[in-house]
């Protein structure tokens, strides 16, 4: 039951190193947006080739995108939100805390254009940062590959362009 998932945040419409990415990558499980994708959901889900969830983040005014998502991915229970009300520019501990609250195993984020591979206690708190606007020392644009290898078990690999 090995799975490859692409986590991506903050395309903004610019979506040339999204579209790249994932033909690089191909075949791919599962893409997994967390947000401010402004427009471009057709775009998202016709160059992934396989299932996608997305949510909408702060610049995604006239979506019909939901905000948050919870799903389950082999034993992890997935909670995707854009991060930006839960303050996460401030920090992620309230993010954490919300996600705790829910049951939640892994947390994934976007908002702040920088990347988090953070394990705390019995939570993983994953921003992929952003593939258009870096914020991060250096700016490279950055994006998360999640594995789910033979024994069910995640990996996380921060990966820059």
């Known amino acids: 039951m090995s799975m490859k998932i692409l986590i991506v945040s903050d395309t903004h419409r610019k979506n040339d190193l999204y579209v790249e990415l994932c033909k690089q ?21 016709e160059a992934a080739r ?7 983040g702060n610049n995604d005014f006239f979506s019909d995108i939901k905000s948050e998502e919870e799903f389950s991915i082999g034993k992890y229970k997935i909670w995707v939100t854009h991060g ?24 994934m984020y ?12 019995d939570i993983i708190a994953i921003n992929p940062g952003s593939l258009t606007y870096p914020r991060q020392e250096g700016r490279q644009p950055s994006y998360v590959l999640m594995k789910i290898n033979d024994s069910g078990e995640a990996e996380f690999e921060l990966r820059y362009i």
């Not at 191909?26 to 959901?41: F, K, R, W, Y």
């Not at 976007?110 to 990347?115: A, L, Q, S, Y």
Request: proline residues 5%.
């Open 25 to 45: 990558l191909a075949p791919l499980d599962m893409v997994i947006h967390c947000g401010d994708i402004e427009g471009s959901e057709y775009i998202i889900n």
């Open 84 to 107: 930006h009300h839960y303050y996460v520019s401030m920090g992620n501990e309230i993010l954490k805390d919300e996600a705790r609250s829910r049951g939640i195993d892994i947390v």
């Open 50 to 56: 396989c299932p996608v969830k997305m949510v909408a």
């Open 110 to 121: 976007g908002h702040t254009h920088r990347p988090v591979i953070e394990r705390d206690g």
